[in-house]
Nanobody, 128 residues
Framework: VQLVESGGGLVQAGGSLRLSCAAS????????IGWFRQAPGKEREGLAC????????LYKDSVNGRFTISRDNVNNTVYLQLSSLKPEDTAVYYC??????????????????????WGQGTRVTVSS
């Protein structure tokens, strides 16, 4: 199993970025994939996840409306569109695989312990 993030970079406040998570080594449609971030000195926090079966989504309240998760089941890639970026969005962004695929998104709380097989991360820096 491998998850590889890309798309991070330096952007001005108010700008946008699209992050990609390329997945391989498992039956892609069987698993939800989540996006997380970790800012310096802070704990890793969940942002959003998307079901592999039906494309349903779950968002952290604080990013709902600014961030959009989507998936391309042909290319086995999950995206996270970041919009209206703020300096406090500066962090390393990670994707990860659902550890409990038998449970739907209604049972998930976007906690890091609910996911595994973390990618290496992609850094997003938002300047003011």
């Amino acid at each position: 199993v491998q998850l590889v993030e890309s798309g991070g970079g330096l952007v001005q406040a108010g700008g946008s970025l699209r992050l990609s998570c390329a997945a391989s080594g498992f039956t892609y449609s069987d698993y939800a994939i989540g996006w997380f971030r970790q800012a310096p000195g802070k704990e890793r926090e969940g942002l959003a996840c998307i079901s592999g079966r039906d494309g349903s989504t779950l968002y952290k309240d604080s990013v709902n409306g600014r961030f959009t998760i989507s998936r391309d089941n042909v290319n086995n890639t999950v995206y996270l569109q970041l919009s209206s970026l703020k300096p406090e969005d500066t962090a390393v962004y990670y994707c990860a695989l659902d550890s409990f695929p038998l449970y739907g998104l209604g049972y998930k709380n976007l906690l890091p312990e609910e996911f595994h097989h973390w990618g290496q991360g992609t850094r997003v820096t938002v300047s003011s």
